[in-house]
């Protein structure tokens, strides 16, 4: 970040082509390098439960083999620049980063416009990459914290597209074929929505021109009719009660739970105060209150936080702690008093105060690389937080109050409407 001044509207470089798709640049020439991250607005919200893990599976083999070059060639002229591409999905978008040296702009620009615009999907790659992905997925299955945090979402989330695993289920991500990740990518893929951000040693009236020469013309009526459809996702209601679900794993020696329920979006009013209070409950300092009572003062976990995700739908607010499994019931139990505590005492002075400095202390930080600077602006573009948010945040962060942090815990908090999830070896004690 140059001369410690935040990006605001006045140094990032905003423009919308005609088709749809956004750019933003920010120029910072301290290196001679370039970093580039972008989105399409389709993700796993577009499949069905028979077809889990088709928006991941497509977006991972769009570097498999395009129109213009063979997944050979891809990765050569890659590897010859030092230059670095890749894509992935998610629920509500499709995405991608690259970054090089300033001179291999051009390369990177191409490759992806190939990527978004003409992958073909070859079978035999296709079924490599399958092949990776069940692998993947096998290794989920002897991952405790991962079964848990799928056990959560399944439950917390059943009837809702949060409910499904983004990355599908072996017997959905088994079917799938190279016809079906091309029908996907014809359908969805195109510029309605889209962004890109330009970070690096390249004035952005070049950057806009060079993106706009390579994807300035790219059309896709199929995907600017389902555009506003793919973009909404409905509320969920906490559950009525607390739900528990336990995942036998029987060869394991460690539990990890997950306990929450559906938070607010990333558009809520009240977003930044949750946050904070967030903060102060499972973040700051040894992992916030959660950390320090069950994990330094309890001496129950291996790790013990808490998150609030705020994404463009319902996110979870989320609480996580690897214990051993004897102290599965008392690290539940603790978790649910520290919310509790959060919910009916206001916090101190000073923790507001410690959490308020971390947050705004944090931000440089995390605008010291390109590859920083572009996922901030991106999130405000793509979360519609304005150009001057960066600019506006240590106010924001500063202006919360003691008031604003118990009355966010109340509102999006439970320790009686919420799911816990379990996984690990099964307890007499434990069993559901």
Do not use: C
């Amino acid at each position: 970040m140059t001369n410690g001044r935040y990006p605001n509207s006045h140094t990032i470089t905003r423009h919308t082509l005609p088709n749809g798709l956004t750019i933003l640049a920010y120029e910072n020439f301290a290196s001679p390098s370039v970093v580039m991250e972008g989105l399409v607005r389709v993700g796993a919200l577009a499949e069905n439960r028979e077809t889990a893990g088709l928006a991941n599976f497509t977006a991972v083999s769009l570097m498999r083999g395009t129109q213009n070059r063979t997944f050979d060639e891809i990765y050569e002229a890659l590897e010859a620049v030092g230059a670095e591409l890749s894509f992935s999905g998610a629920f509500h978008t499709s995405g991608f980063s690259a970054q090089g040296l300033v001179e291999d702009f051009g390369l990177l620009l191409d490759m992806v416009a190939d990527a978004w615009r003409t992958p073909t999907f070859p079978p035999e790659q296709i079924v490599k990459v399958q092949g990776q992905l069940l692998t993947g997925l096998q290794m989920r299955t002897n991952d405790t914290g991962r079964m848990a945090n799928l056990a959560f979402h399944e439950l917390v989330y059943d009837g809702h597209p949060y409910g499904r695993s983004a990355s599908g289920y072996p017997e959905t991500v088994s079917r799938l074929t190279s016809a079906d990740l091309a029908a996907f990518h014809a359908q969805h893929y195109g510029p309605q929505g889209a962004i890109i951000v330009v970070v690096g040693a390249v004035k952005a009236e070049e950057a806009i021109e060079r993106v706009t020469a390579v994807l300035g013309d790219w059309h896709n009526e199929r995907q600017q009719m389902r555009a506003a459809a793919a973009a909404a996702v409905p509320d969920m209601p906490r559950p009525d009660s607390h739900l528990r679900v336990h995942i036998a794993m029987p060869d394991k020696h460690q539990a990890d739970i997950r306990l929450g329920l559906p938070g607010p979006r990333r558009a809520a009013p009240d977003y930044l105060e949750a946050s904070l209070m967030n903060t102060i409950l499972g973040v700051f300092g040894m992992m916030g209150r959660i950390g320090l009572r069950v994990r330094e003062e309890e001496g129950l976990a291996y790790y013990a936080y808490s998150q609030l995700q705020g994404g463009l739908g319902p996110s979870p607010w989320l609480a996580a702690a690897g214990v051993a499994p004897e102290a599965v019931e008392q690290a539940i139990a603790s978790i649910l008093e520290e919310v509790a505590r959060i919910q009916n005492e206001p916090v101190s002075a000073e923790e507001l105060a410690d959490s308020q400095a971390y947050r705004i202390g944090s931000m440089p930080m995390a605008l010291e690389t390109n590859s920083g600077l572009a996922d901030i602006i991106g999130d405000m573009e793509l979360y519609e937080l304005g150009l001057d948010y960066l600019a506006e945040y240590p106010a924001r962060i500063q202006a919360i109050t003691l008031a604003d942090i118990q009355a966010t815990a109340q509102k999006y908090l439970s320790t009686e409407q919420l799911g816990t999830a379990v996984a690990g070896p099964e307890l007499v004690s434990s069993q559901r």
